[in-house]
């Protein structure tokens, strides 16, 4: 069953019994839609959604855009996995955690992306 295409975030819910979580979501023909998602096919849900929203922004013209609110992260700290795997737990703003496994050299590539934040972050702070 597909559902109708939706605009907005109403609300949403977690449910400990299920292990899962809900949300709710206004629809274009002004119908709301619940959808419960599996607790452990949430973070594959979001790297889905966030995926084709880049594959969609790709092929639009130069001069278009989608009016997308961005995610805030506020906090993040170092996990390991079941299997031993080092993840970095990310703390969005509202209090949501996305879990990020990474292996070595993506952890050595994010560093080094991150130290360059860091050097245009000082860089533009001095101007």
Sequence with gaps: MKAPLVDTVIASDHIPSTRSVSITFG???RTEVELAFSAKCVPLAIMALTLELSRLIEKLPDEETIDAQGVRVVGSELAMTDDGSIAL???LFGGA???LELDTAH?????????EAV???DA???H
């Design 27 to 29: 629809a274009v023909d």
């Design 89 to 91: 737990m990310l703390t």
């Design 97 to 99: 955690h996305l879990p």
């Design 107 to 115: 952890l050595l590539s994010l560093r080094n992306q991150i130290d």
């Design 119 to 121: 050097r245009l972050s």
């Design 124 to 126: 533009a702070t001095r």
